[in-house]
């Protein structure tokens, strides 16, 4: 009687052990990194706004939708629409199909990167690039990749770049070259 019981109590304990290990195996294996892959929340059709010290608008974004990953501490956006203004008027838009916006007032847009110049009457009036870098306490942004700048009767292609927006000063990392537009 008393072996039975050991036997009992012996295959008892084994399935108790296999059923804790199967257990633990899968919350090593499956939820915590679905868990931390997930945003802690989903905006749709998102329209932001920031505006300066005398309380006009300084920056508007919109996106398609944004994600919020807490644990990181970024946003990130798809097709943003990133518009900056200088005294009450829009001085260039920023599109991509991808952005993170960082805590420490980055941006980094990632593929199909276009930048518009709203100014009246500007030197350059669009830049193109796969990716950028943006810094809103200073409106300048800076980038890697091959760059396309389009002016009035002009097209540059380089690679890399510094800009700032404010200023509208851009600086080619490496000039590959520039083609003139004959308007008559």
Do not use: C
């Given at each position: 009687m008393i072996r039975q019981f050991l036997w009992l109590v012996l295959i008892v304990a084994g399935a108790a052990g296999f059923y804790s290990w199967q257990l633990l195996d899968q919350e090593q294996s499956g939820t915590p990194a679905n868990q931390d892959s997930q945003p802690d929340y989903v905006a749709q059709d998102l329209t932001r706004m920031i505006y300066n010290e005398e309380g006009h608008l300084s920056d508007l974004i919109r996106a398609q939708r944004m994600e919020h990953f807490e644990r990181f501490g970024f946003l990130q956006f798809?097709?943003?629409?990133?518009?900056?203004?200088?005294?009450?008027?829009?001085?260039?838009?920023?599109?991509?199909?991808?952005?993170?916006?960082y805590p420490d007032d980055?941006?980094?847009?990632?593929?199909?990167?276009?930048?518009?110049?709203?100014?009246?009457?500007?030197?350059?009036?669009?830049?193109?690039?796969?990716?950028?870098?943006?810094?809103?306490?200073?409106?300048?942004?800076?980038?890697?990749?091959?760059?396309?700048?389009?002016?009035?009767?002009?097209?540059?292609?380089?690679?890399?770049?510094?800009?700032?927006?404010?200023?509208?000063?851009?600086?080619?990392?490496?000039?590959?070259?520039?083609?003139?537009?004959?308007?008559?």
């Open positions: 798809d097709f943003p629409i990133y518009t900056i203004y200088q005294e009450k008027v829009p001085l260039w838009q920023v599109t991509s199909e991808q952005a993170v916006l980055k941006l980094i847009l990632e593929h199909r990167v276009e930048l518009r110049n709203m100014a009246t009457d500007p030197l350059f009036t669009r830049i193109e690039t796969n990716a950028v870098e943006l810094l809103f306490n200073s409106n300048t942004l800076q980038s890697s990749e091959q760059v396309r700048i389009f002016g009035l009767g002009f097209q540059i292609t380089g690679q890399g770049m510094q800009a700032d927006l404010n200023a509208q000063n851009i600086e080619l990392k490496k000039h590959t070259k520039t083609v003139y537009y004959n308007e008559k």
